[in-house]
């Protein structure tokens, strides 16, 4: 079996490897932001995580906001609206790729905070 796991591991490299070159510029961005971080109290860094939870909030809110309004249109609709609101499926799958984009550009950041808080 062994020779069989090498020859793969020739053609199709070896997952440990590809993980690491994947999380290793999220290691340094994350370290890179620690070294911003280690002057500022735990009060301070209990504010970071309230300003990133309103960078998503902002990043969202217009979604959640049309997703709430098609709520409220759908308790009053007829029966065909009502499957026409709830099958559009677009504008969660917006907000959920807003909240993602905007997640992704602070994750480094929200995680050296929790880091740096435990």
């Known amino acids: 079996?062994?020779?069989?796991?090498?020859?793969?591991k020739i053609f199709v490299g070896d997952k440990q490897q590809k993980?690491?070159?994947i999380l290793q510029p999220i290691v340094a961005q994350v370290n890179a932001f620690e070294a911003s971080l280690a002057d500022l109290s735990n009060d301070a860094l209990r504010?970071?995580?309230s300003e990133f939870k309103?960078?998503?909030?902002?990043?969202?809110?217009?979604?959640?906001d049309k997703i709430s309004e098609l709520e409220?249109?759908?308790?009053?609709?007829?029966?065909d609206r009502q499957e026409d609101i709830f099958t559009n499926r677009f504008i969660k799958r917006s907000s959920i790729r807003s909240f993602?984009?905007?997640?992704?550009?602070n994750y480094a950041r929200?995680?050296?905070?929790?880091?740096r808080n435990c």
Request: one cysteine or more; a positive charge; glycine letters at 0%.
């Open 47 to 49: 504010a970071k995580t």
């Open 54 to 64: 309103l960078k998503i909030a902002e990043a969202t809110k217009a979604f959640n």
């Open 100 to 105: 993602r984009s905007c997640f992704k550009r």
């Open 19 to 21: 993980d690491l070159k």
């Open 110 to 115: 929200s995680f050296c905070c929790c880091k």
């Open 1 to 8: 079996m062994s020779i069989l796991n090498s020859v793969i």
């Open 72 to 79: 409220t249109e759908a308790e009053n609709a007829e029966i």
